[in-house]
């Protein structure tokens, strides 16, 4: 897992279709794909508000699980991964709690630049163990939206968007992707 800019990173997912949602502020990034005829909308947990969105619960412990097997599964890889606060305030949500994850160690000591920013971390394959212990973290001791992170997919119209407490979806593009990651998702329904 590297950062990389902001700037370059945002157009090469605006080109797939991801754009800034109203909520957007200077310190909160709230990504979304553009609402099209294709877009499907699939609320993992809780309920995403202002969207025509289809409610497909998942166990909220095996959530982490869930995300890496749709990760996996469709080679989804690479990655990039967007924080919805600063990253200030995801290191401060889950920082104590990744103490001991090695990988995780090493971004932080070289996050101190990027702190105060929303330069997303590129991740590829051999990325998806630390990246599943991040989204665990999150999704376990995240309390607000400024804990969340939006994962960009850069191979397929897809995001999965973590906003703490208790937000979990996925936006794609096309009934064939749906299928699939529903799929994927029906052995950790509730």
Not at 133 to 147: K, M
């Amino acid at each position: 897992m590297d950062f990389c800019g902001f700037e370059e990173a945002w157009k090469t997912v605006n080109s797939m279709g991801v754009v800034k949602l109203e909520e957007s502020a200077d310190d909160l990034l709230c990504a979304g794909l553009d609402d099209v005829e294709q877009l499907i909308i699939l609320d993992l947990l809780g309920e995403t508000q202002n969207a025509d969105s289809i409610s497909f619960p998942i166990v909220e412990e095996r959530a982490a699980d869930a995300l890496a097997a749709i990760l996996h599964k469709l080679h989804l890889t690479p990655i990039l991964l967007f924080p919805i606060g600063p990253w200030r305030k995801v290191f401060e949500g889950i920082g104590f709690e990744l103490a001991e994850n090695e990988a995780w160690q090493e971004i932080d000591s070289t996050a101190t630049i990027e702190l105060n920013t929303h330069d997303p971390l590129h991740c590829e394959p051999g990325d998806l163990q630390v990246l599943h212990d991040v989204l665990a973290t999150i999704l376990r001791c995240g309390t607000e939206h400024g804990h969340g992170i939006t994962l960009a997919a850069l191979g397929k119209p897809l995001l999965i968007v973590i906003e703490p407490p208790g937000l979990l979806r996925v936006e794609l593009f096309g009934e064939t992707l749906a299928i699939e990651v529903r799929e994927l998702l029906e052995q950790f329904q509730t």
